[in-house]
């Protein structure tokens, strides 16, 4: 597989792996606050009960471009866990300060207001106006960028930005932008979900999906934020499949999801990959059980009630 940027959203070290994420600053996707399906009935709420288990471990943050094994020189990675970028949360490095408003798209007319690097690394830290191609490439149509992938410089349209992108081949899949504002982030597809950065410049509204269904597109998995699931970058490099040791939300393999350790004994690890299952028709290896993934009362709406991991029968949610 061609090494990928896959830097999803900076919302600092306030993700834990487990089955349940808080997701600060997420928005629903409509100002008058519906929820979409998969989304959450307090968005906003930091404190939100999490599905289960009730006590996650908190591992370390996810990696910094400074200690990511991606090489931006290269464009490649040392095989110990992630294929590109810094994995799932960045933090914001370097000036922050924008040059233009996403939300507003202030920028002059032909020009878009995009995420980028200012400094040349491989974690978007800024925002900045550049010129909006002629006939540009849709949302969900494959994408170019010029020069590195956090250049800001890209083939979409105005509100949306090359997302994915192969450092190989420079292509990716325009994704759009949030609308609305940081306080009331939106999206204009009910089947989206705006993630957003923290204090860093992404916005970015993802599809969510179904962790029983294959509905992401090749090279992602849906992964937990919240009682949300999203699809993105699998970071999982040569690592990430059942039972294995994860760090952050989408080190693991798609169709495996990152959680505690003690709910299973075939890792020894804080935190580790287990399979998905079916509550209505469990599949889960040796004598291990299906377990829910929402506690009662937790289901948020268009959530599936039939998620669930795999756990040793003892395993109680923690």
Known sequence: MSPRILTLVSLGA????????????????????????????????????????????????PPQTSTDPYDPTTGGSDGSGSSGGCGFLCESTGNTTPDCDTFLQDCPEGEKCTPWAND??????????????????????????????????????????????????????????????????????????????????????????????????????????????????????????????????NACDPGVVCVPGESTVACDEPSCCSPYCDLQAPDCPDTMVCFPWYEEGTLPPGGNPNVGYCTDPDWDGG
């Open 120 to 249: 040349g690394g491989n974690s978007w830290n800024a925002r900045r106006c550049t010129p909006v191609v002629d006939d540009p490439d849709g949302t969900g149509e494959p994408c170019t960028v010029e020069g590195s992938a956090t250049s800001g410089l890209d083939s979409c349209e105005l509100g949306s930005m090359c997302w994915d992108v192969d450092t190989e081949t420079k292509t990716g899949t325009c994704t759009p932008l949030c609308t609305g504002s940081p306080q009331a982030p939106s999206c204009s597809d009910p089947d989206r979900w705006c993630s957003m950065s923290g204090d860093g410049p992404l916005a970015l509204c993802l599809p969510t999906c179904d962790p029983l269904e294959s509905s992401c597109p090749q090279g992602q998995g849906c992964y937990p934020l919240d009682s949300l699931f999203l699809c993105a970058p699998d970071a999982s490099g040569k690592a990430g499949g059942p039972f294995e040791a994860c760090q952050f939300t």
């Open 14 to 61: 306030t993700l834990a792996c487990g089955p349940a994420v808080s997701l600060p600053g997420s928005g629903d996707n409509s100002t008058g606050g519906d929820v979409p399906p998969g989304g959450s009935t307090s968005p906003s709420d930091t404190s939100s009960v999490p599905p289960n288990p009730t006590s996650p471990p908190n591992p370390d943050p």
